[in-house]
């Protein structure tokens, strides 16, 4: 049974993304490029700080100032601590579960991992050193970069690995490291029709609930219906 589970964070550990997504679209419209939340989760989930970045530069000519990678963390703060919630917490809370190999391979900076796990309870379900960000690689996702960083630290194959993801970026980076991948709907911000029908594009295995992974991830583990994953 010697196979690994790797989470990503936002959006599937945590129910982070609708969150961040606003108070980033309220930046962004305060510095000249009006977004709504939906625009920006259509736009920016999933992506590394500079990507995003980029598509604003692209279409608008907008330079975004340096630091607003640091701003808008700060700002993420102080609402996740009123508003976040965990998206993991009973599943893995499971003795089963408890005992299974798995580790967190998150795009978003290491400092915010921490909190957002410590915020929801969740933190004691993984190592520090089981945790992995795209600081530690050259290319964060959708480059294969991390997962694969991921797998080897945690001294499995790809082969025998299972990435819960949420975004289409994560699904492609778990896709180009050769690991299974099962899409994850549970958060708040994949509700929308038209996230769900991206998601299901990827002609991945999609779970609407934490409830529906324990299934995919019981046939990973014991190599069940083996085509499903």
């Known amino acids: ?124 379900f993984f190592e520090d050193s089981h945790i992995f960000t795209s600081s530690q690689v050259q290319h964060g996702k959708p480059a294969p970069d991390l997962f694969l960083f991921a797998a080897e630290k945690m001294g499995f194959a790809p082969k025998d690995c299972l990435v819960i993801e949420d975004s289409v970026a994560g699904i492609q980076a778990a896709r180009s490291a050769q690991m299974r991948v099962v899409g994850f709907l549970g958060g708040s911000h994949a509700k929308f029709h038209w996230y769900q029908e991206k998601i299901k594009n990827q002609n991945v295995p999609v779970a609407f609930h934490h409830d529906d992974l324990v299934t995919f991830i019981d046939d990973f583990i014991y190599e069940k219906n083996e085509h499903t994953v």
């Open 1 to 124: 049974m010697k196979k690994l589970i790797i989470f990503d964070c936002d959006g599937v550990l945590v129910d982070s993304e609708i969150i961040g997504s606003r108070v980033y679209a309220e930046m962004l419209t305060n510095l000249g490029y009006p977004i709504s939340t939906e625009e920006s989760i259509k736009k920016f989930t999933g992506l590394e700080d500079q990507a995003a970045r980029d598509i604003v530069f692209r279409e608008s000519g907008i330079e975004l100032p340096e630091n607003l990678s640091q701003q808008f963390r700060e700002a993420l703060r102080c609402v996740l601590g009123e508003e976040l919630k965990p998206l993991m917490f009973n599943m893995l809370d499971k003795r089963v579960f408890g005992r299974l190999k798995k580790c967190v391979a998150s795009n978003s900076p290491r400092e915010h991992v921490l909190s957002a796990l410590i915020a929801t309870n969740q933190g004691h």
